[in-house]
């Protein structure tokens, strides 16, 4: 097998791991307190003018720490979005 192939296939493997899932939806969306969701959310606004976004609030896979999140993200940040 080329040293290519194998290469790109390491690289397939190490995407497909809940590592580097949780790392990569760290570095692209809010993560951390209400104020760090909040500024993060806001700056997205003021730098790009989207109006609309998704988020993936439900990285554990658990329906019960989902639905946590998903109402902490609505009585908590929602009301504090300046730039929405």
Same mark, same amino acid.
């Given at each position: 097998? !080329? %040293?290519y +192939?194998a290469n790109l296939?390491?690289? +397939?493997? +190490?995407? &497909?791991s !809940?590592a *580097?899932l949780i790392? @990569?939806?760290i570095?692209v969306? !809010?993560?951390? #307190?209400?104020?760090d969701?909040v500024a993060w959310?806001?700056?997205?606004?003021i730098r #790009?003018?989207? &109006?609309? #976004? %998704?988020?993936f609030?439900d990285? @554990?896979?658990? *329906? /019960?720490? $989902?639905?946590?999140?998903? $109402?902490?993200?609505a009585q908590?940040v929602? !009301? /504090?979005? @300046?730039a929405?």
């Amino acid at each position: 097998m !080329p %040293a290519y +192939r194998a290469n790109l296939d390491e690289e +397939r493997r +190490r995407r &497909k791991s !809940p590592a *580097h899932l949780i790392d @990569s939806l760290i570095d692209v969306g !809010p993560v951390g #307190t209400v104020d760090d969701c909040v500024a993060w959310l806001d700056e997205l606004v003021i730098r #790009t003018g989207v &109006k609309r #976004t %998704a988020l993936f609030l439900d990285v @554990s896979g658990n *329906h /019960q720490s $989902t639905t946590e999140n998903m $109402t902490r993200f609505a009585q908590n940040v929602l !009301p /504090q979005l @300046s730039a929405v």
